[in-house]
Each structure stands twice: as C-alpha cells, then as structure tokens.
C-alpha cells in the first residue's frame, strides 16, 4: 500500500475587495506583492504556491496557528497587557524558529532553513530592535542558509550586519560564533587567510569560555586544520586533527561511562546529542577518518582512535549497525599496533554492542 503524500497546507487567492483600501500584502517569503493567502491561518500571505509550499516546509507548518494571535490585533492586544503576551508569545517563536533552522542547516538542508531563519530574524527585529546584540543569532543563521544555497553576496551583508551589532557585546560566544561563520564563509570565497585570523579569533573566544579542551573550542581547530589542507600544510592538518580526536574521545569515553553505570541495560535510549548535533559531530568525525585512511602514513593509532568515537556516538544514538561498523575499524587498526592501549575498550564496546543485539 503506497504511502498518502504529504499535505504542504493550502492557499487560496486573496480576495481584493475585502482589504483595506490602499492595503498590500507581501509574500512571506520574497517580500513581493502576494497573491495568495494560508487558508488555515489567513493572516500570512504568498506570491506564488511555491512560496507557499517552502514556507510550509520550512517552518509555517508548525507556527501557523500561532501567528494568529499576533497578526490580528483585537482591542486586548493593543493594551499593555497584551502588548507584553505578544512580546511574548513573539519570543517563542524567535526560539522555535532558530531551533528548526539549525537543524536544517545542519542536515544540509540550507533551501528549507531560509523561511525559519527569515522569521527568527524578522521577529527578532520587531522584539529587540534592528540594532540589538540580540539580532546576532538571527543574522547568523541567514547568513549561514544563504552561504549553503551560494548566495555569498548576501550571506556577507548579513554578516556584516552582525558585526555591528555584536560590537556592542561583551559575550564571548556571541563572538565566536560571528567569528565561526566569518571563517567559514572565507572558506568558501576562497580568501583562505581571513578565514584562519577568523577561526583563531573563534578558538579563543571559545577558549576563554570554556576552556581550550573543550569540544567547541576544538571545533575551530577542525575547522581551521580543514584550511590549512586547503593550504597543503599537512603536519599541521595532522596535528590540530590529533588534538581534535583525542578531547572528542575523552568527551565520549566519559559520556559512554556514564551511560553503562545509570542505566540497568546500557543499551537503552539515551541520547546525549538530538540530531542536528550528532550529524555535525559525525561529519567532522568522518571527515578526520577519511584524512587518515587516505593519508600515505597510515597512522593506525589516529584511525582507531576517530573510528572509536564514531562506534561510542553511534551507540548512545542507538544505531547498532553503524555502531559495529565503526567499532570494526577500530578494532583492526589497535590490532595492528601490539599492546595498543584502546583494544580492550574497543572491545569492550563491541561486546556491549553484541549483548545488546
């Protein structure tokens, strides 16, 4: 029995007469004169069913009914009272809306993050001013969904944006993820210097945050160590690659610890990243993975050492499959080395695995 395809909302042809005179609406999307409004919520409006169908996709779907209530003012509304229940309610949606578009972005799905990053920075605006420090994530993560579709002229101007608005912070992490996603879109123009003074700058403000050892600090030294093999600088690739796996193992190995002594079963649901976050961590950890593999000194330690933490991830994420996969490859690079200090817990995770099958 074939599957019901997906219902993406529905539009219906805005009706002239019964606006305001002199009132236009705007699509939600590409701010063009609409033509089409929701027919569930009927206060959000579209130039075409395409528009549409994206922004259902994207985001509406799950802030339809909520937009209701602040596109349609009634005399409560317009009180204090109701003007701080919009402010709000607007601050949920601003957090809901940042939530999905991270996840999208990353899943890869930069097409389907832009109508959830245009409300958060939309709504953001109405909240906190156009000029508010508040407005850095929003303007982030635009920016971001725009570097992933290629339109790195925006994704700069929005960046841009940010910068002034951040120069009014005193938040670490607010600069250093400004700073992250300056590197990265220096990467990608191909401007690889502005990107290593960027993802420096991005290390240590994460460092001054966290701490040097941390897994977002180290994230900055993948990031920076993926423009130096851009560079052809291999031992240094190497070294900030090492640096990377070695605190992601410790990370791990004390997450798995932790895991196997709370739990009667260690094999149960327990899942210390959601998704967006585990696809990251795993992306980063194959991409090192496949540097060593393909790399013609063939450190074994390394490769045990990344496929390791692959097998741990994938096992709190509850894939068995992918788990043994990667424990596998583990197991055989520590075996190549004699007494190599990670084969009897490589073993011990493949034995947990084999329990729990």
């Known amino acids: ?122 709504c953001s605006k109405d909240v906190h001013g156009p000029r508010s420090v508040q407005m850095v994530p929003a303007y982030l993560l635009l920016a971001e969904a725009n570097m992933g579709m290629g339109n790195l002229a925006w994704a700069a101007e929005l960046l841009s944006q940010a910068e002034w608005a951040a120069l009014k912070s005193s938040d670490h992490m607010v600069h250093q993820r400004l700073h992250r996603c300056l590197g990265r879109l220096h990467t990608t123009t191909g401007n690889l210097e502005a990107a290593l003074f960027n993802f420096a700058n991005d290390i240590y403000f994460a460092s001054e945050e966290y701490g040097l050892d941390s897994t977002v600090t180290r994230g900055g030294y993948f990031l920076m160590a993926n423009v130096y093999a851009k560079l052809g600088r291999l031992p240094i690739v190497r070294s900030f690659y090492s640096e990377v796996a070695q605190t992601w193992h410790c990370h791990l190995t004390k997450l798995l610890n932790t895991h196997v002594q709370n739990v009667q079963s260690p094999y149960t649901e327990m899942e210390p990243y959601d998704e967006a976050q585990r696809v990251e961590v795993d992306e980063m950890l194959r991409t090192m993975l496949e540097f060593e593999q393909n790399d013609s000194r063939k450190d074994s330690a390394q490769i045990a050492l990344v496929a390791h933490c692959l097998a741990i991830l994938w096992f709190l994420a509850g894939d068995s499959l992918k788990a043994l996969g990667f424990g596998n490859t583990a197991l055989q690079a520590s075996q190549l080395i004699p007494n190599h200090d990670l084969t009897e817990p490589i073993q011990g995770l493949l034995q947990l695995l084999h329990t729990a099958r």
């Open 1 to 122: 029995m074939e599957a019901s395809p997906r219902v993406l909302g529905k539009a219906s042809k805005i009706i002239s007469l019964a606006l305001p005179k002199g009132t236009e609406k705007l699509c939600e999307l590409c701010q063009k004169t609409a033509h089409l409004q929701c027919t569930k919520c009927r206060v959000t409006f579209y130039c075409d069913a395409e528009h549409q169908q994206a922004d259902w996709v994207g985001i509406h779907e799950r802030i339809c009914q909520m937009l209701v209530t602040i596109r349609s003012p009634t005399v409560l509304s317009l009180q204090q009272a109701g003007c701080i229940q919009s402010q709000l309610l607007k601050a949920e949606l601003i957090e809901m809306c940042r939530l999905v578009a991270q996840s999208k972005l990353s899943e890869g799905k930069h097409q389907e993050a832009l109508p959830a990053a245009q409300f958060c920075l939309r």
